[in-house]
């Protein structure tokens, strides 16, 4: 709370000291126009309303530099406006000369810290009051270090009014630096426009809440141009400008504190037109009264003022609300993105639209989304559900224009969300599918685990017994011992190879550490056991797993784990590679990697394998992208999953 009263105290002392510089300027006897030629009013005028949004900034939002800025600086703006007509009066009444010189001194260092400091550098931090990256934050620190080129280029100047002693800290051979003040003036310039270019960025890659924020600036700069345009064109610049500055800390004041105070898209799109449209018709009739007589151009340009309007109007009204004039533009817009789902067929109506936050909600889920959402929100009727939109800054309803165009688009939209429904319950049959597939898996591995396996390791079991047993009886007649013996080998031999065989297919059948552990452990575990390519070089296979992996749907779980499984298979089997990375991660879709360091022999063959990965991808609406690239094969998977 100390900050908060600090702030206030300076935009109170700014006010108090703006006081004292009319009671001085009547004591000197100064008239206005005196006063104007010292800059006591530019100073006054403009240090007195930075001064005291600064201090509202600062209030509100005590921990933004932006308000402390604008206080700080327009203080001394208005000290220094104080300074002058208090000089002559101290002066004038015969106070000691090193009074005055102080006095004088103030003048010259004060304003500066206003115009060459705070508002290049405020330029940075508009217009939430922060700066944009840490890039910004480098240029802005190289604006702050170099400011005090600009402080030393007024500062240390000689010049002084008549009659005045000369201030502190003047510079006798000021005039030989002047290469150097002429730098200050580029680097001012140049710390101004990159400041305004920071904006045009901001404008650009901002959201719909810093995009109303900028345009209070936009709006305050198009009021000035109308107010001091036409005056300018007839007879130069006017006295107005300076108390139209004000109106720039103000709608700086409220861009930072309350931007959402009413459409200001609205209010922007109108001052903007009529701003553009005179400076037009006043460079028309400029150009036209050396041609024409006054009332000749007068009525040529009365003509050409309202089709030039319409268009203006138009193309501003286009920039800030999208295309809701042109409803067909619209409709096929919206009609090309229906191909690509619901999420970028409402991602396009809001583009179009310049709408922040447009949804689809069916009961109490929201199916699909298109930007941001925060601030008030109208509904409109949707077949199946509800179309939710958010309202600009400052709207309290829908438009009548946008209602219409989304009313329109309400039967593609529903569509879109018919269709979105179809292939979800596309998707949930797929994974009942997988799941009724990965029982009957589960069954026939029992069976032939517990059933045909022991069966079959009994007959094995047997035929060993029976050799024996013929080998201990051996009857002289040696030539049917040694058939009985080759028929009992093949016996043995032909079990063993059946037991093996089965033993194999349980195994390609499902995995117990898969139905126990989960998909992360069962990957480890087979990633362990594959140590050696077929040729019987060693293969080293690196696992990146995170730790909070959570557990994914059975059918999710199965599909990856046998795609990863045939992807270290074909390594196994077919690459020339030492080294295998699979990698796994979880980020609203389930991604799994299986990257080798093999040579390249050419693109590979899509044999039964690699469409069986594709296939198993495709029937959970994934992807499976497998080949080959200078730095060896892949097998990329990405499944779109919630976690359980």
């Not at 015969?94 to 304003?111: E, K, Q, S």
């Not at 799109?269 to 006043?282: F, H, I, K, Q, W």
């Not at 009985?484 to 550490?513: F, H, W």
């Not at 994934?622 to 919630?642: L, N, Y």
Request: glycine letters at 10%; proline letters at 5%; hydrophobic letters at 50%.
């Amino acid at each position: 709370m100390g900050v908060r009263w600090l702030g206030a105290g300076l935009g109170a002392g700014a006010v108090l000291a703006s006081a004292g510089a009319v009671v001085a300027t009547t004591a000197a006897h100064w008239s206005f126009a005196q006063a104007l030629d010292a800059f006591v009013v530019s100073n006054v005028v403009i240090g007195v309303s930075f001064a005291l949004c600064g201090a509202l900034i600062a209030w509100h939002r005590p921990r933004l530099l932006l308000g402390w800025l604008y206080v700080v600086g327009g203080s001394c703006q208005v000290l220094s406006g104080l300074a002058a007509p208090l000089g002559q009066v101290l002066h004038d009444q015969g106070a000691p000369v090193w009074i005055v010189r102080l006095d004088m001194t103030v003048f010259n260092w004060a304003w500066p810290v206003n115009i060459g400091l705070a508002i290049p550098l405020s330029l940075f931090l508009l217009p939430d009051g922060r700066l944009r990256s840490g890039r910004w934050f480098q240029v802005a620190a190289a604006v702050a270090v170099t400011s005090p080129l600009f402080l030393l280029e007024v500062g240390l100047g000689t010049e002084t009014p008549p009659g005045m002693p000369p201030a502190y800290l003047a510079l006798a051979r000021y005039d030989e630096l002047a290469w150097l003040w002429t730098v200050s003036e580029v680097r001012w310039v140049l710390s101004v426009l990159i400041g305004l270019g920071c904006m045009v960025f901001r404008y650009r890659r901002g959201d719909e809440v810093v995009r109303r924020q900028l345009l209070w600036l936009v709006l305050a700069a198009a009021v000035i141009v109308v107010a001091v345009t036409p005056w300018a064109l007839v007879a130069g610049t006017p006295l107005l400008v300076l108390f139209t500055i004000p109106l720039l800390p103000a709608a700086v004041a409220v861009a930072v504190l309350r931007h959402g105070l009413l459409d200001i898209k609205l209010v922007v799109s109108r001052v903007v037109t009529y701003a553009l449209l005179s400076g037009l018709v006043l460079a028309a009739y400029a150009g036209l009264v050396v041609v024409l007589s006054g009332v000749a151009s007068a009525l040529l340009v009365a003509l050409l003022a309202l089709p030039v309007r319409a268009t203006l109007q138009a193309a501003i009204d286009r920039l800030l609300y999208g295309e809701r004039g042109n409803p067909v533009r619209v409709a096929s817009r919206v009609g090309q993105s229906l191909s690509g789902g619901l999420s970028e067929t409402l991602e396009e109506v809001r583009a179009a639209l310049r709408l922040p936050y447009v949804a689809v909600v069916v009961g109490d889920e929201i199916r699909a989304a298109g930007g941001t959402p925060g601030g008030s929100t109208a509904t409109l009727p949707l077949e199946g559900g509800v179309l939710v939109v958010g309202l600009r800054g400052g709207e309290r309803r829908l438009s009548a224009a946008d209602a219409n165009i989304l009313r329109m688009l309400s039967g593609p939209l529903s569509t879109a969300l018919h269709a979105t429904d179809l292939l979800r319950e596309l998707k949930i049959s797929r994974e009942r599918l997988v799941l009724a597939e990965e029982e009957e898996r589960r069954r026939l591995r029992r069976e032939l685990h517990d059933g045909l396996g022991p069966l079959l390791t009994g007959v094995a079991l047997s035929a060993d017994m029976a050799h024996n047993l013929a080998t201990a009886t051996a009857s002289p007649s040696a030539d049917a011992d040694g058939r009985l013996l080759e028929r009992l080998d093949a016996v043995r031999s032909d079990s063993r190879t059946a037991i093996r065989e089965v033993r194999r297919i349980v195994d390609n059948l499902g995995s117990p550490a898969l139905d126990e552990l989960g998909l992360a452990e069962a990957l480890r575990i087979r990633a362990a056991r594959t140590t050696r390519r077929a040729d019987g070089s060693d293969l080293l296979v690196q696992v990146e797993i995170p730790a909070d992996l959570p557990r994914m749907p059975a059918a999710v779980e199965l599909a990856v784990y046998r795609i990863a499984t045939e992807a270290l298979t074909n390594v196994v089997r077919h690459s020339s590679a030492s080294t295998v990375r699979l990698r796994l991660v979880w980020d609203g879709e389930l991604r799994c990697e299986v990257l080798d360091d093999g040579a390249v022999n050419g693109s590979w063959r899509s044999g039964v394998g690699i469409s069986s990965m594709r296939e198993r991808a495709a029937e959970l609406g994934g992807r499976c992208d497998v080949g080959s690239g200078p730095d060896g094969g892949h097998v990329r998977i990405s499944v779109p999953v919630a976690a359980r």
